[in-house]
């Protein structure tokens, strides 16, 4: 019988008197990363075809409405299929607890957008399953590994996540950090 190795936590926890910093790397799948590397190889090809069929003049007159538009729904896939490979190679999300600010960024070489929210309105962090709701955009994102999070917590009246490629284990360190530098309101009983 083989015996199973207790693996490490792949989360690095920063905590400083000046801030709180938890980074956490994208999870890496092989199968996606190899299935959109060869999709965005074809998408390359056909993007320059047919942006040079318009060039030369080459496009039939009576399909140019549908080539145009063809042509920008391709362009806006292959924008998100890179972006979607670069976040699987390369992609971290970075929490970090500042004074009374608390700021996501979901960050490729320092590319990035940070999310800020003030620590007096947030309720109930915690550890919580992710749900898939087709109908919403960063739902279908999960399937690439970019989109949600097991880690929730409430602003207003919505519920945010972070940590896509979290444990169970490494989602419940993170929330033990930033609950132990603040203490966060707990959401009452419904």
Known sequence: MAK?????S???ITDTSGELRIIIPGRRSWF??????????GWTAAEVMVAI?????????????FMVA????????????????LWQVLGKEIATVQGQTFTTRRDIRGF?????????QMRDFRVGPVGFNPLEFSSSLQLW??????IAFDYGAKTYRFGAGLDEVEAKQAVIAIK??????????I
């Open 53 to 65: 069929q318009f060039l030369n003049g080459d496009a039939p007159p009576e399909g140019e409405f």
């Open 180 to 189: 132990k530098r603040h203490r966060i309101q707990e959401s009452a009983s």
């Open 4 to 8: 199973i190795q207790s693996s490490a």
């Open 32 to 41: 996606v990363i190899c299935l959109l590397g060869f999709w965005i190889c």
């Open 70 to 85: 063809w042509f920008g729904v391709w362009t806006v896939s292959g924008v998100l299929a890179i972006y979607a490979w």
């Open 112 to 120: 990035g957008f940070d999310k800020e929210y003030d620590f007096f």
């Open 10 to 12: 792949r989360i690095t």
């Open 145 to 150: 590994g970019v989109g949600g999070g097991v």
